[in-house]
């Protein structure tokens, strides 16, 4: 995947070592991050974030993107891709934005780029989302992903959605000749 996605309004650029204090300010806040173990308590473990999403794109080419304005600065969100519970062949997709900028179509013209990056050589990209959390299960409906399959774990429901390459918009399959999740 690219190092770099431009959409209408916004620039996404593949996360490094000159993001953690803007990351952390995002994960480190309780009404923005509630996913997962939800928010960090440590700078450090932004670091670990950070080093674990680049040897992902590494190891499989996944990539995970900050959103900015193309004329901003500020850190609006997060999106990509990664092997997740599905595997690096058929990567989930991922997205958040901080909790006084939602509302604002940011997820979903982020993660639309996203996934057409994503869907270039793999078959298919995945997307698991609580029940409860009906925004993303919208956006993700909007995206074109279809409810697949619905399994328990640690944590309580989790419905898996997936989005086929056959499925793109423009009719065609999978594309070759750029680095993709999966490789």
Known sequence: MRDVLITERFLLRRFDSRDVDDLHAMFADPLTNTIGNGPFTSVDQTRDWIAGRE?????????????????GRELL??????????????PE?????????????IAYEAA?????????????????????????????GKLGFVERRSENDERGALVFLARDASDRPDGHGPQEGRAHCGN
Do not use: K, Q
Request: charged share 20%.
């Open 112 to 140: 639309a780029a996203v996934l057409a990056e994503a869907l270039v050589g793999v078959p298919r990209v995945w997307a698991t989302i609580r029940p409860h959390n009906t925004i993303s299960l919208r956006i993700a």
């Open 93 to 105: 997709i991922g997205y958040m934005v901080a909790a006084a900028r939602r509302g604002e179509g």
């Open 55 to 71: 040897r992902a794109r590494a190891e499989h080419g996944c990539c995970w993107y900050g959103i900015r304005e193309r004329a």
């Open 77 to 90: 969100g997060n999106c990509g891709v990664f092997a997740g519970r599905t595997g690096p062949r058929e």
